[in-house]
């Protein structure tokens, strides 16, 4: 059984920094890629970054660009997203996501998902 657990999240001052950590187990990490999307209340979830099986290829959405690092340790099973810079438009439920196949861009197409870990930016 595949299982992807979010940690990290919380409550941050605006500009601060978070990471979020996603432990894999349950199947083929070193196989998928591996990507975090993030949903605000109230609207649709959206995707955030993400990360080839090797690590090599990382793709950013441009609200996050030169703030978010996206990671993976393969020794560990786990994908990281590094948060600089925290802004309030940044507040949602963080998801971590694995797809068998590609670096999709539509959620749609990820094939395992965590439960989500909130992150609160406060001013």
């Known amino acids: 059984q595949v299982q992807l657990v979010e940690s990290g999240g919380g409550l941050v001052k605006a500009g601060g920094s978070l990471t979020l950590s996603c432990a894999v187990s349950?199947?083929?990490?070193?196989?998928?890629?591996m990507a975090w999307f993030r949903q605000a209340p109230g609207k649709e979830r959206e995707s955030v970054a993400s990360?080839?099986?090797?690590?090599?290829?990382?793709y950013y959405s441009d609200f996050v660009k030169g703030r978010f690092n996206i990671s993976r340790d393969s020794s560990k099973n786990s994908v990281y997203l590094q948060m600089n810079d925290l802004e309030l438009g940044d507040t949602a439920v963080y998801y971590c996501a694995a797809a068998r196949l590609g670096i999709p861009v539509s959620a749609r197409e990820y094939d395992y998902w965590g439960q989500g870990t909130p992150v609160t930016v406060v001013s």
């Open positions: 349950g199947g083929s990490f070193i196989t998928w890629a």
């Open positions: 990360i080839s099986r090797s690590g090599s290829l990382t």
